[in-house]
Structures are given as structure tokens and as C-alpha cells.
Nanobody, 115 residues
Framework: QVQLVESGGGLVQAGGSLRLSCAAS????????MAWYRQAPGKQRDLVAL???????NYADSVKGRFTISRDNAKNTVYLQMNSLKPEDTAVYYC?????????WGQGTQVTVSS
């Protein structure tokens, strides 16, 4: 299995920036995808951004142009740079690993954007 540890969440004013990190450890297959999801209170968990081991990316429409996902394969770490944050970005952000045989989730990190 793969263990994921997120960090970098916090409280920021609208218009500010945060960078989330997700460090993976364990049985990591070279072919995989890493993604960030978020879940606001009372809402479902939605995909924010995804990056494959080849570097292809995909973003939710609501974050395009503001968020950037990247990865450092040597460090088994994925990042989410969040700029121009809005109050509606407030949520718990989760990291997800998807490999050929199983998936893993991190414990989540809270992001709160004040207006």
C-alpha cells in the first residue's frame, strides 16, 4: 500500500496563495496518477487537479488558471500551488494516489479562505 501525508493547509485571505504538499511512501508503482480532491462541509468530494506519472494534467473548471499541480518523482511528492484564492475554495483538501492495483487517500488538510 501507499501512505500519503498532506501538509501546507491553513487560513488565508481572499486573493492570497497557499501551496499544498503530499508526500507518498510505500509500494509506489512507476505508472500512477496523483490527484487533489476537496470536500466542503455538506458537499461531495470533488476532483480539483490530477497529474499522471507522465506529466499530463487535468483541472476542474473552477480552478483553471489559478491552481497548478506538479510532482517531483524523485521525492514521490505532489504539489498544489493555489493562487488567487476565493472563499469558495474553503474545504478539506485530500491527496489521492491511483496505481495499477490499488488507491490510497491522505488524511486531508484544511484550507480556509476568509473574505
Amino acid at each position: 500500500q501507499v501512505q500519503l501525508v498532506e501538509s501546507g493547509g491553513g487560513l488565508v485571505q481572499a486573493g492570497g496563495s497557499l501551496r499544498l504538499s503530499c508526500a507518498a511512501s510505500g509500494s509506489i508503482f512507476s505508472i500512477n496518477s496523483m490527484a487533489w480532491y476537496r470536500q466542503a462541509p455538506g458537499k461531495q468530494r470533488d476532483l480539483v487537479a490530477l497529474i499522471t506519472s507522465g506529466g499530463s494534467t487535468n483541472y476542474a473548471d473552477s480552478v483553471k488558471g489559478r491552481f497548478t499541480i506538479s510532482r517531483d518523482n524523485a521525492k514521490n511528492t505532489v504539489y498544489l500551488q493555489m493562487n488567487s484564492l476565493k472563499p469558495e475554495d474553503t474545504a478539506v483538501y485530500y491527496c489521492k494516489y491511483t496505481g495499477p492495483y490499488y488507491r490510497s487517500w491522505g488524511q486531508g488538510t484544511q484550507v480556509t479562505v476568509s473574505s
